[in-house]
T-cell receptor, first 115, second 112 residues
């Protein structure tokens, strides 16, 4: 069974450009999470969805960040406009209520560099 | 907000040695989890703990849910080179679905 799939693995962009990160959760999982990892702040939860509905977006840093989950098998995290301080590794994770919603399965991440 | 502090921040050990690390919280958690992250990958779940005082093993790894519910411990016995990585604790509160909060991480390096 495929795990959580993220794309792209690496993204280099210039300040001011729009960035879109993509995630395909594990089939059958009803929770989806977006985390950001930096040396300074560690793993921070940005937003999570349950059954495609955003539940808590209190971790989204600014209005420049937005996330959508149009269906159970796809989610995007968009940054517009991007800034150098957005450089980080962005992880998507999913979990299933029936088998322990607290057991998160992570993708391999997207390394974002904003120049 | 909730904070999870892990110690030590990093450690170098000799292959074959045992390792201990811990995690403390300013809040009570109902679930404690331990993850391992290898370079270039996302964290992978190692052990989940659900009850104060619980002791759970996964191969050479043993984790404990502290009785105060504000701490947890992870031990690795007879370390091997592939144990290298960053170990994260994570906690989840109670009352419906509560988001999982991650600790600051312990970076482990094993010298062959």
């Amino acid at each position: 069974d495929a795990g959580v799939i993220q794309s792209p693995r690496h993204e280099v962009t210039e300040m001011g450009q729009e960035v879109t990160l993509r995630c395909k959760p594990i089939s059958g999982h009803d929770y989806l999470f977006w985390y950001r990892q930096t040396m300074m702040r560690g793993l921070e939860l940005l937003i999570y969805f349950n059954n495609n509905v955003p539940i808590d977006d209190s971790g989204m840093p600014e209005d420049r960040f937005s996330a959508k989950m149009p269906n159970a098998s796809f989610s995007t995290l968009k940054i517009q406009p991007s800034e150098p301080r957005d450089s980080a590794v962005y992880f998507c994770a999913s979990s299933a209520t029936g088998t322990g919603g607290e057991k998160l399965f992570f993708g391999s991440g997207t390394q974002l560099s904003v120049l | 907000g909730q904070q999870l502090n892990q110690s030590p921040q990093s450690m170098f050990i000799q292959e074959g040695e045992d390792v201990s690390m811990n995690c403390t919280s300013s809040s009570i958690f109902n679930t404690w989890l331990w993850y391992k992250q290898e370079p270039g990958e996302g964290p992978v779940l190692l052990i989940a703990l659900y009850k104060a005082g619980e002791l759970t093993s996964n191969g050479r790894l043993t984790a404990q849910f502290g009785i105060t519910r504000k701490d947890s411990f992870l031990n690795i016995s007879a370390s091997i080179p592939s144990d290298v990585g960053i170990y994260f604790c994570a906690g989840q509160g109670s009352g419906g679905y509560q988001k999982v909060t991650f600790g600051t991480g312990t970076k482990l390096q094993v010298i062959p």
